[in-house]
């Protein structure tokens, strides 16, 4: 099996390094309006 970083990029990793941004942004501004602070990383 071949290390994970010799794969190429595909539209399927694209899309879900996208959702995983857009999840993160949501998150943030749903903290941000109840007034709680996020940690950087989880």
Same mark, same amino acid.
């Given at each position: 099996?071949?290390?994970?970083?010799? =794969?190429?990029?595909?539209? &399927?990793?694209?899309?879900? !390094?996208? %959702?995983? =941004?857009?999840?993160?942004? &949501?998150?943030?501004?749903? !903290?941000? %309006?109840?007034?709680?602070?996020?940690?950087?990383?989880?």
């Amino acid at each position: 099996m071949a290390p994970m970083g010799d =794969d190429p990029v595909t539209d &399927v990793n694209r899309t879900r !390094l996208w %959702l995983n =941004d857009a999840t993160s942004q &949501v998150l943030a501004n749903g !903290l941000d %309006l109840l007034g709680v602070s996020a940690p950087e990383r989880m």
